[in-house]
């Protein structure tokens, strides 16, 4: 009966009042609560981006080996930080790192703005870089290597910080190369080839240290040390001097040669000339002869009389008179005599004139 006269007895307004507000603060509570672990889930939640690949992270851990670690652009879910994680990788865009190691000392906003600090009046190894030549001299050289991520996993994952490994591949392929170039061959003559030689070696590195990238480009800049600047254009000056007075050279020397060479040729185009006339001639006469010797054979006394006539004919061409005197009976030589230049008769002083 007491128990029944407590239950109706009425509860007074301000502990129901309280009441009240306590139930809608739990409400309020749960909803806070709800909302809470809502926007918790949520923060797993994130979104890969063309040209990316993303890498799982479960207390640290890559989640999967290979390309199963690899998350595909588009959304994707994890548990909260800090049970997991995720790294972003760019595989389709380009980095860049800059070798400064053989470079004169100046800062970013000088090369921003094109200004080139006084060269001062020695090198100061303590501040400039500088590249060691095969020669024995010094120069200044600055490599730029732009590169792609082939292997996010490893890039990412194993070293420290991979942008630093690879720049340190590229100084290390400077130098190297740099000790196996002539100065002038890295300033002037062979420049393409350095450059060439520079980016065989820091891709080579690449392979060996297991990088996970793919070199691009590697692009080379050398100058020769700004305090000697002078005396480089000064050398400079005199290797075109000798260049061009070797071409004034070799032009004569083809002058003189060619000249030579035509004159040359010449004489032996007239000696084959003459030779032939003179083979010409001389088969003529052999087949001459070798018509007339069975002539000979037949009669040679006549033969003779004949050859004799008509040689004595073509010397004695202008002789008025022609005596042709047969050999003496008895076998005595005859005497002839010849007035070859007869005197012209005298004119007549009586004769009409």
Excluded at 296 to 308: A, G, K, V
Aim: charged share 25%; proline share 5%; aromatic share 6%.
């Amino acid at each position: 009966m007491a128990e029944k006269e407590q239950i109706e007895r009425p509860v007074d307004s301000g502990s129901q009042a309280l009441s009240e507000a306590l139930r809608s603060s739990f409400a309020l509570v749960k909803f806070v609560m709800v909302l809470l672990v809502i926007i918790f889930l949520g923060s797993g939640i994130f979104q890969v981006k063309e040209g990316e690949r993303a890498i799982l992270l479960r207390f640290g851990k890559p989640v999967g080996t290979g390309e199963a670690a690899l998350l595909k652009p588009g959304l994707h879910f994890s548990l909260p930080y800090p049970i997991d994680d995720h790294e972003k990788v760019s595989v389709t865009g380009i980095q860049k790192v800059t070798s400064t190691t053989g470079w004169y000392a100046t800062t970013r906003a000088q090369r921003a703005a094109g200004i080139e600090p006084p060269p001062g009046g020695t090198l100061n190894p303590a501040n400039d870089g500088y590249i060691l030549t095969a020669d024995e001299n010094i120069a200044h050289a600055e490599a730029t290597l732009t590169y792609r991520i082939n292997d996010p996993v490893g890039y990412t994952f194993d070293f420290v910080n991979a942008s630093n490994a690879v720049q340190a591949a590229l100084d290390d392929a400077l130098l190297f190369t740099a000790a196996h170039y002539k100065v002038d061959d890295i300033l002037r003559r062979d420049r393409i080839g350095f450059r060439e030689a520079v980016r065989a070696r820091v891709t080579d590195l690449v392979q060996q240290r297991n990088l996970g990238i793919i070199v691009e480009q590697c692009a080379v800049e050398s100058i020769a040390p700004r305090q000697l600047k002078d005396a480089f254009n000064e050398v400079l000056k005199a290797e075109l001097n000798r260049n061009i007075a070797l071409n004034d050279a070799r032009t004569v020397a083809n002058q003189v040669t060619n000249k030579a060479g035509a004159d040359a040729q010449g004489r032996i185009n007239l000696a084959e000339t003459e030779k032939a006339q003179l083979v010409a001639e001389i088969s003529s006469r052999a087949r001459q002869f070798s018509e007339l010797l069975p002539r000979y054979r037949e009669n040679p006394s006549l033969f003779t009389q004949q050859l004799l006539t008509e040689t004595l004919g073509r010397v004695l061409m202008n002789v008025q008179d022609k005596i042709l005197v047969p050999e003496s009976g008895d076998g005595q030589n005859l005497q002839l005599w010849y007035n070859l230049n007869r005197e012209l008769p005298k004119p007549n002083p009586e004769a009409p004139k």
